[in-house]
């Protein structure tokens, strides 16, 4: 199976031992390894597939159990850098009682954000088959410059380019620097995946439906993706658009949803470029891809609740 290699932060997620609690009010909180480029990395591999990470994590006790996890998970992680200064990020996060996700980060600066283009693993990235980032990582200098050029290296030895935006607005200066940064690599993607939200919030439109999904569209993409939670997803390609419904499932913690999601579609896209092109083939990977997504939020944490084959079969067989 050909090598996805995901770029960008992996860090310390601490989540409330309450849940539907605010930060302040958490009577406690629990580690978890957190990280969407991270995750998509893991869920690539529990399917059955190859994967790489690569970022910077720092030289520290959570940096090393960081990377253990990745090893543990079997994903590679010959691209993985450690900062003898900087700590691991850790983000404190939270779901309130009225569904909002709350975050702090301490991050200033996060051992992520510290990857120089020379730290860069070349030959690694010639390996890619597919290199999967988001848009934490182009927030501040010197990541952004190490994710441009690991997008220009994975590019010129053949690797598709796969996108998911992730938009995290605290991490940024202002919501107009947020949406200008987003959209200055978009015409570098193969495949771009973003949520009904930044949809809104990338357009400026309170509207969900295919005309403006479409505004976002550009004839250098091959798929666009909008996932709209338990609804499923909406798929734009080259020529065709459509819908397809996601799972019924007992929900009790989203967290890497969007992550297994994309992690899924990867993991098939990687040996068959064909699918992108293929609308029947297309939706068929696209109900996988949402069973992924439905599963994982079955369970609490994104890694513990990334699936296997055998889960998603089992749920495919089950319908609904
Ligand atoms: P997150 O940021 O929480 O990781 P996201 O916002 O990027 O996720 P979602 O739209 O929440 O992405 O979820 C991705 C996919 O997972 C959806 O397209 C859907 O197929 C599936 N999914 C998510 N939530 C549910 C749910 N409650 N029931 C069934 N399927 C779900």
Sequence with gaps: ??????????????????????????????????????????????LGGRSAFVGKLGDDEFGRMLAGILEENGVSTVGVNFDKGARTA???????????????????????????????????????????FGSISLIVDPCRSAHIKAMEVARESGALLSYDVNLRELLWPSKEEARKQILSIW??????????????????????????????????????????????????????????DSFRVDQVDTTGAGDSFVGALLGKVVDDQGILEDEKRLREVLRFACACGAITTTKKGAIPSLPTQDQVFSLMKKGC
């Design 1 to 46: 199976s050909g090598l996805v290699v995901c770029f960008g932060e992996m860090l310390i997620d601490f989540v409330p031992t309450e849940s539907g609690v605010s930060l302040a009010e958490a009577p406690g909180f629990l580690k978890a390894a957190g990280g969407a480029p991270a995750n998509v990395a893991i869920a690539v591999k529990r």
């Design 90 to 132: 850790l983000a404190y996060v939270t779901l309130r009682s009225d569904g909002e996700r709350e975050f702090m980060f301490y991050r200033n600066p996060g051992a992520d954000m510290l990857l120089t283009p020379e730290e860069l693993n070349l030959d690694l990235l010639k390996s890619a088959k597919i290199f999967h």
């Design 187 to 244: 015409d570098k993607a193969d495949i771009i995946k973003i949520s009904d939200v930044e949809l809104q919030f990338l357009t400026g439109s309170d509207k969900i439906d295919d005309e403006s999904a479409m505004s976002l569209w550009r004839p250098t993409l091959k798929l666009l993706l909008v996932t709209l939670g338990e609804n499923g997803c909406n798929y734009y390609g080259k020529s065709f658009m459509g819908h397809v």
